[in-house]
């Protein structure tokens, strides 16, 4: 398997322009997780999905944020409009599911995408 | 809330042995995860602890108190390519998503 591929891998634009980054998780993983990464505040959850059902978007941290699972094989996290603060590396990553324990055993990350927004 | 509290730099030289401490205080526990992320690259997953005690995974090995709130990772015969930043992670409530702490640079020396 090619991992969780993300697209593109760099992103340079302009303060108002629309961002759309996509992720292809691994085939068979029932979650897929959206993350952003910057100095300053880590490694944020955004969003995440179950069976391409958003489960919990309490991450997003504006109405300029939104996502989409269309299908068990793509994503896309859009950013319309965009801000200078929105520079970071996004993540995406997929899992299988729960562990016996109940919690997210093993996430497996995209290379992400390096976001700037001048 | 949660949260997670994690050293933000640790130096050692090759070979040697290093710890990287955990607390967590969260409401609702599924479990503690450890991420190596190199520098310009992603979180990759080194290990996971759902029950109490040491898991061990080549020459790393993880541990887990959950009456202490607490656990490590434990990093053996270090090499310089272990040089990172290495993420605790905990599994919230019901939601099952994981929050990440702030890291920890690790730093080998020759």
């Known amino acids: 398997d090619a991992g969780v591929i993300q697209s593109p891998r760099h992103e340079v634009t302009e303060m108002g322009q629309e961002v759309t980054l996509r992720c292809k998780p691994i085939?068979?993983?029932?979650?897929l997780f959206w993350y952003r990464q910057t100095m300053m505040r880590g490694l944020e959850l955004l969003i995440y999905?179950?069976?391409?059902?958003?489960?919990?978007d309490s991450g997003m941290p504006e109405d300029r944020f939104s996502a989409k699972m269309p299908n068990a094989s793509f994503s896309t996290l859009k950013i319309q409009p965009s801000e200078p603060r929105d520079s970071a590396v996004y993540f995406c990553?997929?899992?299988?599911?729960?562990?016996?324990?109940?919690?997210?055993?093993?996430?497996?990350f995209g290379s992400g995408t390096q976001l700037s927004v001048l | 809330g949660q949260s997670l509290e994690q050293p933000s730099e640790v130096t050692a030289v090759e070979g040697a042995i290093v710890q990287i401490n955990c607390t967590y205080q969260?409401?609702?526990?599924?479990?503690l995860s450890w991420y190596q992320q190199h520098d310009g690259g992603a979180p990759t997953f080194l290990s996971y602890?759902?029950?109490?005690g040491l898991e061990e995974t080549g020459r790393f090995s993880s541990f887990l108190s959950r009456s202490d709130s607490y656990g490590y990772l434990l990093l053996q015969e270090l090499q310089m390519k272990d040089s990172a930043s290495y993420f605790c992670?905990?599994?919230?409530?019901?939601?099952?998503?994981?929050?990440f702490g702030s890291g920890t640079q690790l730093t080998v020396l020759p």
């Open positions: 602890n759902g029950l109490d």
């Open positions: 969260t409401s609702g526990f599924y479990g």
């Open positions: 990553a997929s899992s299988l599911g729960v562990s016996p324990y109940g919690g997210t055993e093993k996430l497996f």
């Open positions: 992670a905990v599994g919230l409530g019901s939601a099952r998503q994981l929050t």
């Open positions: 085939s068979g993983h029932d979650y």
């Open positions: 999905f179950n069976n391409n059902v958003p489960i919990d």
